[in-house]
C-alpha cells in the first residue's frame, strides 16, 4: 500500500510538473498589456491631435452636476421630491458656480 502511494504520488507530481512548466499566463497576460499601451499611445496621439475633444467636453458642464446626479438616483430609485428649501446653500461663501456643501 505505501508502495503504490508512493508511486501514484510521484505520477501525481510529474503531471503537477508538466503542466506547472506548460502555462504561459504571464506571457499572455505580458501581451495583453503591450497591445493595451499600444492602443492607449494611439488614443493619446489622435486626443492630441483633435481640437475638437475640449469642445466636447465642455457641454457636459452644464449638465453634470450633484443635482443632477440626486434626481437620476431618485427617479431610478423612485422616491418623493426632495425638500429643496432645507438644502440652502449660504450666500457668505463664494465657492464657485458648482460646488455644493453637504
Known amino acids: 500500500l505505501w508502495k503504490r502511494t508512493a508511486e ?18 504571464g506571457e499572455l497576460f505580458a501581451g495583453e498589456i503591450e497591445a493595451a499601451r499600444q492602443a492607449l499611445e494611439r488614443l493619446g496621439a489622435e486626443r492630441a491631435a483633435t481640437a475638437e475633444t475640449p469642445g466636447i467636453l465642455a457641454g457636459y458642464t452644464g449638465r ?7 434626481e ?7 422616491g418623493p421630491e426632495p425638500d429643496r428649501t432645507a438644502a440652502a446653500v449660504p ?11 453637504f
Do not use: I, K, P
Not at 64 to 70: P, S
Not at 72 to 78: E, I, K, M, Q, Y
Not at 92 to 101: K, T
Open 64 to 70: 453634470y452636476t450633484m443635482q443632477a446626479e440626486r
Open 8 to 25: 501514484t504520488g510521484a505520477r501525481l507530481s510529474a503531471a503537477v510538473r508538466t503542466a506547472r512548466d506548460g502555462f504561459a499566463a
Open 72 to 78: 437620476v438616483h431618485r427617479s431610478a430609485l423612485g
Open 91 to 101: 450666500q457668505a461663501a463664494n465657492l464657485g458656480e458648482n460646488v455644493e456643501l
